[in-house]
């Protein structure tokens, strides 16, 4: 393992050695503090420009599953069909796996991928330093090349048109109801759980007019960074509210683009919400629910439109977590219901989604 540095954009330094892809790279360092699900995480289109940090210690002992795909295209164990994540920051790598669905080790994964890992990283001082300043940019350093250093922005970088699909994909054609998918880096199980329900899905690219389209209902899916570079699709999602009451769900970058098109603003975190624990309460409602976020911006409520409610509130920091209209069938869900991995107490907001097709 060849000794690396990861540096901080405010000159904190933390060593370590690389287990992965032996390159330098550079992106925004977040953490998340989901005890497991790094295969799906990594493939996750939402993590696109950012160094995954793992708060739990022990990393890579179940493996990486096959990466096989079903008869519809969708990946049977993964999010997509590659990693997006540009590195990962662990405490303690295991080489070693066992798990029944194993193929090969995370670090063989890593280095057929080209994505760089690096262990022996204290990653909840690290945390601690994140919480503490915000997210930071950083860059993952090799000590024996030590004029290769790499430059990485992620603020005003359209991350969602990186990620999108480039053309109309079609899934359980002909099963019935029609909804497009507006694909801003959507993970498989979105699209599993929608077909699953029999409905035929028509996921688009993230700009694309798709108004003059036949279909029943619309659905916003996540993706990677700020929702202020996606202004095409808030135009559209307008255009599409002005023309009729179809029925609008949304997801992650879905809420806060939704909530946009509502008339609200959007606001950075100071260090995001990634984990599989968020608790979120149903606003007007005594029940609250366990959830797996990835999102760095949310909604800020105040600034809604008068015909517009919040839906969810994260009970850690009172941040937002879904918006629906008052009258229309229109609603959202920060959070992941789908959550592959996670919990998947919310999967309830598909019911409700197809409920209103009908």
């Not at 105040?302 to 879904?322: A, Q």
Request: charged share 20%; aromatic share 10%.
């Amino acid at each position: 393992m060849k000794n690396v540095t990861l540096v901080l954009s405010d000159g904190t330094e933390f060593h370590g050695q690389s287990f992965g892809y032996d390159a330098p790279v550079a992106g925004e360092v977040v953490f998340n503090t989901a005890m497991m699900g790094y295969p799906e995480s990594l493939t996750d289109p939402s993590y696109a420009g950012q160094l995954m940090t793992l708060t739990f210690p022990l990393v890579g002992n179940y493996g990486v599953p096959p990466f096989t795909f079903e008869a519809n295209g969708l990946p049977t164990f993964m999010e997509s069909a590659r990693i997006y994540a540009s590195a990962i920051i662990v405490s303690d790598y295991c080489e070693l796996y066992s798990h029944w669905n194993a193929v090969e080790s995370l670090g063989d994964w890593l280095r057929r991928e080209h994505i760089p890992g690096i262990t022996g990283i204290d990653t909840r001082q690290l945390t601690k330093v994140l919480r503490e300043h915000g997210v930071m940019m950083g860059k993952i350093i090799f000590d024996d090349e030590p004029n290769n250093i790499p430059e990485a922005n992620y603020e005003g970088i359209n991350f969602v048109d990186q990620v999108s699909c480039k053309e109309i994909v079609k899934y359980n054609e002909g099963a019935g109801k029609k909804v497009v998918l507006v694909d801003c880096g959507v993970k498989a199980n979105i699209i599993r759980s929608l077909i699953n329900r029999g409905i035929e899905v028509i996921r688009v690219p993230w700009n694309y007019d798709y108004t003059g389209m036949e279909y029943d209902g619309l659905f916003l899916a996540n993706g990677p960074g700020d929702p202020d570079t996606c202004q095409d699709a808030v135009d559209i999602i307008r255009k599409q509210m002005s023309m009729n009451r179809k029925p609008i769900c949304g997801i992650c970058m879905g809420n806060q683009l939704l909530g946009k098109a509502a008339g609200a603003n959007i606001y950075k975190l100071k260090y995001g919400h990634r984990s599989h624990n968020q608790p979120v309460r149903m606003v007007g409602t005594e029940k609250c629910y366990i959830t797996s976020q990835n999102h760095g911006y949310a909604v800020d409520a105040k600034t809604l439109g008068t015909d517009w409610e919040e839906l969810f509130v994260n009970m850690n920091d009172g941040s937002n977590e879904g918006i629906r209209h008052k009258v229309n069938p229109w609603f959202t869900s920060q959070f992941h219901p789908e959550a592959c991995s996670g919990p998947v107490d919310t999967m309830f907001m598909f019911d409700k989604f197809i409920e209103t097709l009908k």
